[in-house]
């Protein structure tokens, strides 16, 4: 199999991170590094294990995303050469739960993070964002984007840290869940997060959940907010999903 | 064979076990009862041998002595009682009447006086045609077939009373009666007869004895035989009541009855110890089978020193479970190989999806239609998923993904879901703060919340349902309590079987394929924890997890 080295330059970030992803399969690695150029890393993508393995070692980058079957060497190999050498680069693995039989807690030794197969994109953003912030905490020089402890929309702020919510500065009581359903939406305010994603993201555990919890929770949770005096923050996309809607007649 | 048929489990009318008791008691009883049948009537003919022997006996006894007359009645007596006479045939009930040949009738004591001798034999002569007759006898005793009889002295002018009476008041008193004939005293007979040796031979044998016949009298409200035997002129009445011969015949059946109940309480309580010991292979074979659950396929039934019947069945089983192994092996690789296939196609799918409506204009139509086909994907995420959690806890082979993860938290936030899909159910919540455990968080919560939902589901019109977290001795524990019908014991295992459902009316009513108790159970093992049923009464069903806390 030719090996294919390809380079997406992303004129906005130089500075950004620098992410290679090994995956065999072009057209999830097509998906992947345009997701995570568009999140402002500078990524490059190699499809087999040994070429992988050259790349990760000497191109000097801060974190890999590295799936587990591949040409050539696996993922686990790579792995373990590179914590033999001495390499401590960030490396997130994508695995699946039937290819990982015994060697779970091996890979977990090595492995920074991991994420099971099939995911969402935004999902490996959100964790290679993760990761790298981990990794320099004290770095704020902007290469990634520090998510807010507290976010804003409208009259209504949310502190992440401390699981508050208030509206025009009163407190507002939320269940857990409905908490994260707006920590969720909030996320990326003005965003339409599709049912899909949500779904995925909180309710992960039940195989096969009603459909209808999300529309449940997404009832509570609006007439929690409009008795607090914050109605109409969470709009419907038909047919889409939900997002909240940014007023930008208000200070963020 | 149709699908009713299949999901039907048959409940036999009686037990197999019953039934063969029944059949061993009732051919054990059948037995008994012929057998002890034969036993009393040939008891019984021994019996009535016994008493015939002893009428013989008796009769040959009563021959003893000189024939022809008796000196008197005290000799009569002595006969009677000598170890060579009747006293010797062991009996008090036997009793003798003898006739000599003048024709007189010695009666012994103890014969009845409800029996009068006429009553079995022919007419006994008055005293007074006794006398005319004895008179005018040249010779007797040579006169055969003599009509008449002797009477005692003392009763000679009693011509009214009954000569038998007043001969039998006589024999009691003691008098003699004797002969005079031929100027013989009565002392030179009575001393020429004080010399005859007692044990003296007999000059008669049983051979010169003539047994005439043997009558059943009935006197006085009771049966009495009568022998009647013949020996050189002298005829012997043998007479017995059959009185003793009736309370023998009840001392048998006394004896008969209680030992015939016994040995049926014996044959009851052997059928039941036998049939029990050998339906035990079958109770045995049954619990194992039971034992074997779809998860449980590589086990067998242990073949013992059965009889040839079980090894047989025995075989028969096990070859089925090799074959149900096999087909259950494909399925479970299918499987895991379903879900591993599709996983890229997923991956590539969803990706694609993603990219598609990052490229798109928030207020795009087509944003609508990405976002169905993103929403099918993560359902086909979903069901790949299952399929995946199914094989895998089914073959026992799941893999974790331990993360420190927060369960106080995660309960609540599944008490919470559960709140939020079902409708009327009353939730207690008893949650420490603060308990962690590394453990799967997709798969842990699945076990939790599948738990949770078979609260939901079999609940009754009470609608409670309790959840307790609590962390103490090394355990961390998770109890679920819901309002319901009472699982039987019968059920508590099969409860984590797969694909077993409590009832027929939750088969239909719900979705649910009855796997949520076993993934649940599957999953916690994996985590070297225990699910089990804690309880289930009236009052409601309590599950709990265990965990060991991790050091």
């Not at chain 2, 895998?392 to 799941?398: H, I």
Request: aromatic share 8%; net charge neutral.
């Amino acid at each position: 199999m030719p090996e294919t080295t390809r380079s997406i330059a992303n004129p906005e970030a130089v500075r950004a991170s620098r992410v290679l992803l090994i995956e065999d399969d072009e057209r999830i690695a097509d998906s992947v590094c345009e997701a995570l150029n568009h999140a402002g890393f500078q990524t490059e993508w190699v499809n087999t294990g040994d070429g992988g393995l050259e790349a990760a070692r000497t191109g000097g980058f801060d974190l890999l995303v590295l799936d587990i079957v591949l040409p050539g060497l696996d993922g686990f190999q790579i792995l373990g050469k590179l914590r033999e050498s001495g390499s401590s680069t960030l490396i997130l693995m994508l695995t699946s739960r039937d290819s990982l039989e015994d060697r779970v807690e091996g890979f977990r030794g090595g492995a920074d993070d991991y994420l099971t197969k099939p995911f969402f994109t935004e999902e490996l953003v959100v964790r290679v964002e993760a990761l790298l912030r981990r990794a320099s905490p004290s770095d704020s020089s902007g290469r990634i984007k520090n998510p807010a402890a507290s976010i804003h929309a409208g009259n209504l702020s949310l502190d992440r840290l401390r699981r508050e919510v208030k509206v025009e500065g009163r407190p507002v009581e939320l269940t857990l869940r409905e908490f994260d359903l707006l920590e969720y939406l909030m996320r990326a305010p003005g965003t339409v997060r599709p049912r899909a994603k949500i779904i995925k993201a909180l309710w992960n555990y039940g195989m096969s959940s009603q459909d209808n919890i999300l529309d449940v929770y997404i009832r509570r949770l609006r007439s929690r907010l409009s008795d607090a005096g914050a109605s109409d923050i969470i709009e419907t996309i038909r047919g889409v999903g939900y997002r909240v809607i940014v007023d930008d007649s208000k200070e963020g | 064979m149709n699908n009713e048929e299949r999901k039907r489990s048959f409940s036999g009318v009686v037990s197999f076990r019953t039934r063969l008791i029944g059949v061993f008691a009732f051919s054990i009883t059948v037995l008994i009862l012929v057998f002890s049948g034969i036993v009393y009537f040939q008891l019984n003919r021994l019996i009535l041998d016994e008493f015939d022997k002893m009428l013989h006996a008796a009769a040959a006894r009563g021959f003893t002595g000189p024939p022809g007359r008796f000196i008197s009645l005290r000799h009569f007596e002595h006969l009677l009682t000598s170890n060579s006479g009747i006293a010797r045939a062991g009996t008090e009930y036997i009793f003798l009447a003898r006739r000599d040949d003048t024709g007189r009738l010695f009666v012994s004591r103890n014969w009845p006086e409800e029996l009068h001798p006429s009553s079995f034999t022919e007419k006994v002569p008055t005293d007074q045609e006794w006398k005319q007759a004895l008179k005018s006898r040249k010779r007797p005793g040579v006169h055969e077939g003599w009509p008449g009889r002797m009477d005692s002295p003392q009763d000679r002018d009693d011509q009214n009373s009954s000569s038998f009476g007043s001969f039998r008041r006589g024999f009691r008193q003691g008098r003699g009666l004797f002969l005079e004939e031929d100027g013989l005293s009565s002392i030179d007979f009575g001393l020429s007869f004080r010399g005859y040796p007692e044990r003296g031979p007999d000059r008669r044998t049983e051979n010169h004895i003539l047994i005439q016949e043997k009558k059943t009298v009935s006197a006085g409200g009771e049966e009495w035989w009568i022998l009647e035997a013949r020996s050189a002129g002298d005829t012997l009445f043998v007479g017995l009541g059959t009185k003793p011969l009736e309370t023998r015949r009840k001392a048998l059946i006394q004896i008969f009855i209680p030992a015939y109940l016994t040995a049926l309480l014996l044959a009851l309580a052997t059928s039941v110890w036998l049939v029990s010991r050998a339906l035990r292979p079958i109770r045995v074979i049954t619990r194992e089978a039971e034992a074997i659950s779809t998860k449980g396929l590589k086990k067998r039934i242990a073949g013992r020193a059965y009889d040839k019947e079980f090894a047989h069945l025995i075989n028969t089983f096990n070859e089925m479970l090799s074959r149900l192994e096999e087909g259950f092996g494909r399925s479970e690789r299918f499987g895991a190989t379903v879900a591993h296939q599709l996983r890229t196609p997923l991956t590539v799918l969803s990706s694609q999806i993603e990219r598609e409506m990052l490229r798109e204009d928030p207020s795009s139509d087509r944003l609508t239609v990405l976002a169905g086909l993103l929403d099918e994907t993560d359902k086909l995420r979903r069901t790949t998923d299952q399929l995946l959690l199914l094989s895998r806890a089914e073959s026992g082979s799941l893999v974790l993904l331990r993360e420190n993860f927060s369960l106080s938290r995660e309960t609540e936030r599944l008490i919470e879901d559960l709140e939020a899909v079902s409708s009327g159910l009353r939730i207690r919540k008893d949650i420490s703060p603060d308990v962690y455990a590394r453990v799967d968080p997709v798969l842990f919560s699945n076990a939790v919340f599948n738990l949770l939902v078979n609260a939901e589901k079999h609940n009754d019109e009470r609608r409670e349902v309790s959840v307790r977290l609590d962390q103490r001795n090394g355990f961390i524990r998770l109890e679920v309590f819901n309002t319901g019908p009472v699982i039987t014991p019968e059920e508590a295992n099969r409860i984590f079987q797969y694909f077993y459902q409590q009832d027929q009316a939750h088969r239909e009513q719900k979705e649910g394929l009855g796997l949520g108790l076993p993934i649940a159970r599957e999953i916690v093992h994996a985590h070297g924890g225990e699910l089990e049923l804690v309880s289930s009464d009236s009052r409601g069903t309590t599950f709990a997890i265990e965990l060991p806390i991790e050091n």
